[in-house]
């Protein structure tokens, strides 16, 4: 099933599917991407909307901790 999971789509990349997209990959830097195919930091998040606004929320079962 190519549609979704976890796969290897060359050495040392872990890719992330879900209904056919790609959601998240690990680089071979160790850099992960979640809506990036191509991560240049620690942690890339990458949102299209139509705001143009990306958010990102850290938060435990009380309350937020983050928020951008």
Not at 38 to 67: C, M, R, Y
Request: charged content about 20%; proline content about 4%.
């Amino acid at each position: 099933d190519t549609d979704g999971g976890m796969f290897s789509p060359s050495d040392g990349v872990i890719l992330f599917k879900s209904n056919g997209s790609e959601r998240m990959r690990i680089d071979t830097s160790g850099r992960v991407g979640i809506g990036e195919s191509s991560p240049d930091q620690k942690l890339h998040v990458s949102q299209a909307i139509n705001n143009g606004f990306a958010t990102v929320k850290i938060e435990n079962s009380l309350q937020p901790l983050f928020s951008v």
